[in-house]
């Protein structure tokens, strides 16, 4: 079962990055719609997405369906990470009290869920 919620974990992480990939390509200016939407950055983070959905769907062979969702509740913790690193996003004492939530109810779910 851990190598499946490792899978689990790794779509996470890949899906978090994806959703930094599609908010630099939001900054971006383009000279039509679809010269928006049809953007590498964009495509790519689609793929990525696709991927991070197939690691989900694999992790879920073998994780039960109770511990999924808290896997899944990391995805909050790497997006505010990835954020601060590669947006310069600032993390608010109102975003790290929910972050410490976040990672209180995973630490809480995760004792519960066997």
């Not at 599609?22 to 495509?43: G, H, Q, R, T, W």
């Not at 109770?66 to 990835?82: F, H, K, N, Q």
């Not at 790290?96 to 779910?109: F, P, S, T, Y």
């Amino acid at each position: 079962m851990i190598k499946f919620a490792l899978i689990m974990l790794t779509g996470t992480f890949i899906a978090s990055v994806s959703q930094i990939v599609l908010k630099k390509a939001a900054e971006k200016e383009y000279p039509s719609k679809i010269a928006e939407y049809l953007n590498p950055m964009v495509m790519g983070a689609y793929v990525f997405f696709f991927g991070a959905s197939l690691c989900s769907m694999l992790g879920y062979r073998a994780v039960p369906l109770s511990i999924g969702p808290i896997l899944e509740a990391t995805g909050y913790i790497w997006v505010a990470i990835l954020g601060k690193i590669f947006l310069g996003e600032k993390i608010s004492k109102k975003k790290g009290l929910g972050l410490v939530v976040i990672i209180a109810g995973i630490i809480i779910a995760s004792l519960g869920a066997r």
